[in-house]
């Protein structure tokens, strides 16, 4: 970015330096331009000096300001959450499968030992270190009354069913960039079928399973 600037302040730069100087040195008479009085060269000078300040110091915030926007971070989280907002998670038929024939009390099991520390199994509006889960199927994610949630969870966009929640407990922080529930996912998949089982059976009306 400096390279890009640097010769177009040398350009604007050196008639105010070549007028300003000469003028101070050499007293030249140029037939266009009056001979300067005493002191009025070198006040010639350093208003040329201030005015390349004033503009090069603007131009310099202003490419600096577009280097920002424009940088590769910016750019990487405004695709990511284009990305997000996009993206619908798909189950493999051998994970539905899976679903299929799932154990709903294994999958409670695993629920006690990996989830419970922060959410209860129960029907109730209380919440723990995490959100009550009752009803989570059908729940749009971070909307739970009470319970105070992240921004990324609140704008997630996710409606919590077998998909997404699969994809989201697979790995948390990937399908929630942000998100403050200290668990990073269950990579095997007979675990999570078995606890996505237990999980859809704590709803007043369980959801289908998907074909
Ligand atoms: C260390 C505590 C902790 C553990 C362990 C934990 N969670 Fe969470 N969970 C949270 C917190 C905190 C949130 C809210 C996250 C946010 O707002 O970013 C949350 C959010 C959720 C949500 C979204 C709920 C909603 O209302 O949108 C689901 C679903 C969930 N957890 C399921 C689980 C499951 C299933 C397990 C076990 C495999 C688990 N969690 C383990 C703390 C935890």
New binding site residues.
Partial sequence: MLISIHPFIRLSASPFFRRGIEGVENQQINPLNPPLKKGEAKEKAINGWKLIKERHLFSFCLILTFYMASSPAAELQNSHQDALAHFKPVMSADFKGMLKTADAAAGKE??MR??????DEFKSKTH??????WN?FG??????EG????????Q?G?I?NFST?NY??TK?ERA?P??????R??RQDKYRAK?LIF?SSMNDTPPVLPD
């Fill in positions: 695993f629920f990996k989830c419970s520390s922060c959410h723990g270190k995490g959100p009550n889960l989570v729940r749009k994610a971070g909307t739970a319970f105070e949630y992240s921004d990324a969870m609140k997630s996710h919590w929640l989201y407990l948390t929630v942000g998100r403050i529930m200290n668990f996912g269950i606890l999980l």
